[in-house]
């Protein structure tokens, strides 16, 4: 995955902080442009975690 403004790669981003929810948990991240990112996160029922981003934030001006 990357980053839906510049194109950076996601894994490569900062997490801001991770929630736990009733469905996995919610991870959110900033890229070195400045965007945040929603990201949940699932177990699956092979093998891991499951990451589906959820939506870009707006940037604040």
Sequence with gaps: MRCAKCGWP???TAV??????????????????????IEMMRLGSGAGVQIEPVRELAQAR
Aim: proline letters at 0%; one cysteine or more.
């Design 10 to 12: 996601v894994d490569e």
């Design 16 to 37: 801001l902080s991770t929630h736990h929810t009733s469905e996995g948990w919610v991870r959110y991240r900033r890229c070195v442009c400045g965007a945040v990112a």
